[in-house]
């Protein structure tokens, strides 16, 4: 029984170039969550979907990064042209389909992005 | 808005000691709360949450919380830490809104347990 599955661990950009992590939920679950942290900081929300609908990308930067959570397959995060204060750890997370109002979230390992 | 303080930045303690870290929440109403705790390199695992009922919550690897609804607390006990223990805890508020959890985090606790 995985767990939420995020690759790449680790991951090296250089700047202007782009970041795609990608995220698999645990199984049965359809809600996906990313978060950011940065160095000393705690994990800051940043985009809640489920199936192929954003629910609420209130903590996503207005440009260069954008989110998805295709019918088949993973969730992505996408960053484009990255730059240095891009890098970060970004979970994801993931918690079971409608009706569990009490559940708690289940984060995967994490992403570590560098940008050089 | 739901917001969460976690006041002690960094805490050490000595191997069998006692151990408490604070937390601060503000939410209007009952909010749900929980800990995490982050091992280096690694995920966030559940250590134990609050939604309702006996304001002592029991957790795993002998964590217990206590939710003081008049000082909007949820402070993270453990009466003998081991080594193993050493980790970046986070408090957690949230609440269910639109169909999903809104979970906001504190900065963390970084305790560093020595011999």
């Known amino acids: 029984n995985a767990g939420v599955m995020q690759n790449p661990r680790h991951l090296v950009r250089r700047r202007g170039q782009e970041a795609r992590l990608r995220c698999s939920p645990m199984?049965?679950?359809?809600?996906v969550y990313w978060y950011r942290q940065l160095p000393e900081e705690g994990l800051k929300f940043m985009v809640y979907?489920?199936?192929?609908?954003?629910?609420?990308e209130s903590g996503m930067p207005k440009e260069r990064f954008s989110a998805e959570f295709p019918k088949e397959g993973p969730s992505i995060l996408r960053i484009q042209q990255v730059v240095r204060g891009d890098s970060a750890a970004y979970f994801c997370?993931?918690?079971?389909?409608?009706?569990?109002?009490?559940?708690?979230?289940?984060f995967g390992e994490g992403s570590r992005l560098t940008v050089l | 808005a739901q917001s969460v303080t976690q006041p002690d930045i960094h805490i050490t303690v000595s191997e069998g000691a006692s151990l408490e870290l604070r937390c601060n929440y503000s939410?209007?109403?009952?909010?749900?709360l929980f800990w995490y705790v982050q091992s280096p390199g690694q995920g966030l695992q559940l250590l134990l949450k609050?939604?309702?009922?006996?304001?002592l919550v029991q957790g795993i690897k002998g964590f217990e919380a206590e939710f003081k609804r008049s000082q909007s607390s949820f402070n993270l006990r453990k009466p003998s830490v081991h080594w193993s223990d050493a980790a970046e805890y986070f408090c957690?508020?949230?609440?269910?809104?639109?169909?999903?959890?809104?979970?906001?985090f504190g900065t963390g606790t970084k305790l560093q347990v020595i011999p």
């Open positions: 997370a993931s918690s079971p389909s409608g009706g569990e109002r009490t559940g708690e979230l289940f």
């Open positions: 199984k049965g679950h359809s809600h």
């Open positions: 979907l489920q199936k192929e609908n954003i629910i609420d």
């Open positions: 939410y209007g109403a009952t909010p749900y």
């Open positions: 609050y939604f309702s009922g006996d304001t």
């Open positions: 957690a508020v949230g609440h269910y809104s639109g169909g999903y959890q809104k979970v906001t």
